[in-house]
């Protein structure tokens, strides 16, 4: 075989080798979950705060996302989400508090989105009111015709149940309203007023705790935890509101 063959089976070989590798690390499905004891092991391997005693469920978002709550060994109730990348599961971000977040699983698509929770049953909330929110505003801009938008605000109520944790998705309304507003921030960036537009400067998500009277909540073990990340999951706050936080003409 001459040497310009060698070479040329050479570079067909090593085509083949970095496809093959970008199969394995990228492209091929995700392996079996692994166990509860592994789980525990992992987290408080990469983020010993967490100090995991339990692991509560495990909840499929999708085929590479996997939603962990957990107690630890200071009876905190803590949330960690999991990534399947590289060919393997990892810790991508853990909370040792509950409180409600956003998981965006494709930051560009509010269908994806989902609102988790494990609440301590310490706090005993009984059920919690979710909102999208958007304040009212009127700009006059030299050169730019007056703009006014109008306030939003929508409500889901869910009831927790017994279990500590749980996850919704996004009602179907808030997902459309959500993109029509950014269609709108898109159509208008010509324009000088929209050009630093960006619907999450303007949108944002509240929620409300009741307990079994019906009255807020006193969180004094779901809140002010602490938190790991490793900038693999898309993960937003849920601002704490209160009753006076609301437009009750709506």
Known sequence: M?????????????????????????LAKPTSFPSNEYLIEELNSVFPAANASKIQDTIQMNGRNVLVPYISEDDD??????????HKWRVANVDTAGAPMLWKLDKNDPSTYKIVWNLHPDDKVRSNNFYLMK??????????????????QMKKEVTTGEKSYGMIELPKEW???????????????????FK?????????????????????????????????SNGNVEIDFIHILDEADLDRSK
């Open 2 to 26: 001459t040497k310009k063959r060698l070479w040329r089976v050479g570079i067909g070989v090593g085509i083949v080798l970095v496809f093959a590798l970008i199969y394995w690390f990228y």
């Open 135 to 152: 304040e009212r505003g009127y700009h006059i801009m030299e050169g730019v015709e007056e703009h006014y938008d109008p306030g939003v």
């Open 196 to 228: 630093s537009f960006s619907p999450d400067l303007h949108l944002y998500f509240g929620w409300i705790p009741y307990d079994q009277t019906g009255k807020e909540a006193s969180l004094d073990h779901s809140l002010n935890g602490s938190g790991f």
């Open 77 to 86: 109730y803590g949330l960690s989400y999991w990534v399947w990348k590289g």
């Open 175 to 193: 997902v459309a309203f959500i993109n029509s507003y950014s269609e709108l921030g898109a159509a208008k960036q010509p324009n000088s007023f």
